[in-house]
Structures are given as structure tokens and as C-alpha cells.
């Protein structure tokens, strides 16, 4: 078996444990009715790190990686602004100061970074700004029904549907298309929501904006394992604390 199916396993494993405990927990009763923390037609929110455009924004942990989109600015002096796509060797080149590293850094030491170099004979105390506007670096993970599940790089805004192609589509022949389930890191907490692909495909849903770290699973039709009964009591779109 090798380590990309490992991982699935262990992927859906964590999920079922964790889901047990939720439906132990209600009682056997519709998660509609039992769990407060479940909005139904409430859409699911973005992360606290990104903007609406899916630009990455606040996060200063966030370390720069290859073929990150960067714009770049000195307050007060124009000309030295740029907006530069990261290299494979983790280098941006910009005015006077030429090659600078940005991968591996953060947004606060790539600006400090280039004020030291700019204050090396060439700003007296320059006022630099770094807004990340494609962060190709970041990755999304897809599990379940699916041709091709793995972990996939997304390159700025990416919405369901573009994810679900990058792991070559569902798999028709198992695939529950009303059991697609989105999972992400709201406000400190694992938030989640159910969509139904086939409505999404059919533009009578919204088809939502997928964001860095985000999970997507794609349910097994006719199966009776806990995901799949808790799913059920789920409506599309129903926001739900996952844990």
C-alpha cells in the first residue's frame, strides 16, 4: 500500500472516531434539532487569514514559498514597487537591491529584509509592505470518492468544483454527490458544511471559494458508516462545528 492511500486511510479514520462521539452525542437524534452549533443556510465563512478575493491577508505565520505572487511597496516611492511571482529557488529581484529570498519567510521578515537592503545606501528609512496576492504555495486536501485523491497546490481563487477537477473529477461509480463536505479553521474553530455537487453543477447552488488547508470529502454513496449518517441530518448548505 503506498503512503498516499496510508494517508486516506488514516484521514478517514480520524474523521469516523471524531464523528462517532458527535452522533453519540446527539443522541441519535437530526443534527438539525440537537446541535446548536449548526445554522442551516448559513454559508461557510472564510478563514481569518484570507480576503474575499482569496488573497492571503493578516496571517504573519504564513511563510512565502515558491511561485507566490507577491506586491511589494515603499511608501512614498513608487518606483520601487513591484509585484513579483517568487521563483523556484525562493529569490524575488526588485530595484537597486536586485535578488532578494523570500521563501521560507514570513510577511514581517521578508519586509524587514528588504528595508535593511534598501537602507544600505539607498533609503534612509524606508516603509516597506508585502501583500501575498496569489499564495500558490498553500495546499488543499481532497479525500473520498474521487479519481485521484491527494494534496493539491491552489494558485489564488479557486472555487469547489475547480478542486474536485484537480483531482480528475468523483468517482461516478461510488460518489455521493449530496455528500460533499468542506471542512476548515474558522475563528479558532474546525468548522464545516455540506454541499450537493450535482446543484452546485447545475448553478442552483453557490459554488464556494475552496481556501489554503481546507479539506473537501466526497462520500460514498450507500454507505453506512457514521460520516455518511451524520451528513444525512446535515442540510446543504449547513454550517456545523466539527470539534
Given at each position: 500500500?503506498?503512503?498516499?492511500?496510508?494517508?486516506?486511510?488514516?484521514?478517514?479514520?480520524?474523521?469516523?472516531?471524531?464523528?462517532?462521539?458527535?452522533?453519540?452525542?446527539?443522541?441519535g437524534?437530526?443534527?438539525?434539532?440537537?446541535?446548536?452549533?449548526?445554522?442551516?443556510?448559513?454559508?461557510?465563512?472564510?478563514?481569518?487569514?484570507?480576503?474575499?478575493?482569496?488573497?492571503?491577508?493578516?496571517?504573519?505565520?504564513?511563510?512565502i514559498?515558491?511561485?507566490?505572487?507577491?506586491?511589494?511597496?515603499?511608501?512614498?516611492?513608487?518606483?520601487?514597487s513591484?509585484?513579483?511571482?517568487?521563483?523556484?529557488?525562493?529569490?524575488?529581484?526588485?530595484?537597486?537591491?536586485?535578488?532578494?529570498?523570500?521563501?521560507?519567510?514570513?510577511?514581517?521578515?521578508?519586509?524587514a529584509?528588504?528595508?535593511?537592503?534598501?537602507?544600505d545606501?539607498?533609503?534612509?528609512?524606508?516603509?516597506?509592505?508585502?501583500?501575498i496576492?496569489e499564495?500558490?504555495?498553500?495546499r488543499?486536501?481532497?479525500e473520498?470518492?474521487?479519481?485521484?485523491?491527494?494534496?493539491?497546490?491552489?494558485?489564488?481563487?479557486?472555487?469547489?468544483?475547480?478542486?474536485?477537477?484537480?483531482?480528475?473529477?468523483?468517482?461516478?461509480?461510488?460518489?455521493?454527490?449530496?455528500?460533499?463536505?468542506?471542512?476548515?479553521?474558522?475563528?479558532?474553530?474546525?468548522?464545516?458544511?455540506?454541499?450537493?455537487?450535482?446543484?452546485?453543477?447545475?448553478?442552483?447552488?453557490?459554488?464556494?471559494?475552496?481556501?489554503?488547508?481546507?479539506?473537501?470529502?466526497?462520500?460514498q454513496?450507500?454507505?453506512?458508516?457514521?460520516?455518511?449518517?451524520?451528513i444525512?441530518?446535515?442540510?446543504?448548505?449547513?454550517?456545523?462545528?466539527?470539534?
Amino acid at each position: 500500500m503506498d503512503l498516499r492511500m496510508l494517508r486516506s486511510k488514516f484521514v478517514r479514520g480520524c474523521f469516523l472516531v471524531v464523528l462517532a462521539a458527535m452522533l453519540g452525542a446527539c443522541g441519535g437524534q437530526s443534527a438539525t434539532r440537537s446541535n446548536p452549533d449548526l445554522a442551516q443556510g448559513v454559508a461557510l465563512p472564510a478563514p481569518d487569514t484570507t480576503t474575499d478575493s482569496g488573497a492571503y491577508e493578516g496571517g504573519t505565520d504564513y511563510r512565502i514559498g515558491a511561485q507566490d505572487l507577491l506586491e511589494i511597496s515603499v511608501f512614498g516611492i513608487e518606483d520601487l514597487s513591484r509585484t513579483v511571482r517568487v521563483n523556484s529557488n525562493g529569490q524575488v529581484s526588485l530595484p537597486l537591491i536586485g535578488g532578494v529570498l523570500a521563501g521560507g519567510k514570513t510577511i514581517p521578515e521578508l519586509e524587514a529584509a528588504i528595508g535593511e537592503k534598501l537602507k544600505d545606501g539607498y533609503v534612509q528609512d524606508p516603509q516597506v509592505t508585502v501583500f501575498i496576492k496569489e499564495f500558490t504555495s498553500q495546499r488543499v486536501t481532497l479525500e473520498g470518492a474521487l479519481n485521484k485523491p491527494g494534496i493539491y497546490p491552489i494558485t489564488g481563487k479557486t472555487s469547489l468544483l475547480q478542486a474536485i477537477a484537480m483531482a480528475e473529477g468523483v468517482d461516478d461509480k461510488v460518489a455521493d454527490l449530496q455528500g460533499v463536505v468542506i471542512f476548515r479553521n474558522v475563528e479558532g474553530k474546525r468548522m464545516g458544511a455540506v454541499f450537493d455537487l450535482a446543484a452546485v453543477r447545475a448553478g442552483t447552488m453557490p459554488d464556494p471559494q475552496i481556501y489554503g488547508d481546507d479539506i473537501i470529502v466526497v462520500e460514498q454513496s450507500g454507505s453506512k458508516t457514521a460520516f455518511r449518517r451524520f451528513i444525512e441530518t446535515v442540510p446543504a448548505i449547513g454550517l456545523f462545528r466539527w470539534f
